[in-house]
């Protein structure tokens, strides 16, 4: 009925040092009451156990949907899992000092205008599909909305890559 009982009916069990480890880092975020085969599972360890993200994105929902922000959690989590929606000028692809030097400033403004002043990524993206969520509902009200109409104006304004 316990954990180690099941693995060794398998054909070939794991080895029990992987299987203590496992119990032990499970306990270390919280997603078991306790580091022994029998505990319990947290709040934080069924969510962890329903989602395919790392425990630390995992936690970043639960958090939010304990203090009252899950989409923004969920959006951050999200942005965490992606590339960076942000252009980034290669001087190989420029042809010119003058042209890199320009496309760079216009991308560090773009990342400084989402970011806030809050020197974080995931706030800097939540900041972004913010922003692109409005351009989505004010396409939508002129009657033009799409999410492809609502990401090709946000790219206009700003230095982003198109998807």
Not at 25 to 34: D, N, T, W
Not at 95 to 115: H, I, M
Request: glycine letters at 8%; aromatic letters at 8%.
């Amino acid at each position: 009925s316990n954990v180690r009982g099941l693995l060794g009916c398998l054909p070939q069990p794991p080895d029990t040092k992987h299987l203590d480890a496992a119990v032990s880092e499970l306990a270390g975020v919280g997603a078991i009451f306790k580091a022994e085969d029998s505990a319990e599972m947290t709040s934080l360890g069924i969510l962890m156990d329903g989602l395919p993200l790392e425990s630390s994105l995992c936690r970043l929902i639960w958090l939010g949907v304990l203090w009252g922000c899950p989409a923004e959690a969920i959006v951050m989590a999200a942005a965490c899992t992606t590339g960076d929606p942000f252009s980034t000028p290669t001087r190989m692809l420029e042809r010119s000092d003058g042209e890199y030097l320009t496309k760079l400033r216009k991308s560090f403004l773009t990342r400084r205008r989402y970011d806030g002043g809050h020197y974080s990524e995931p706030i800097m993206c939540l900041r972004l599909f913010c922003h692109w969520a409005l351009r989505l509902d004010e396409s939508r009200k002129s009657g033009e909305g799409s999410w492809e109409m609502a990401t090709f104006i946000l790219a206009a304004e700003a230095d982003i890559d198109q998807i």
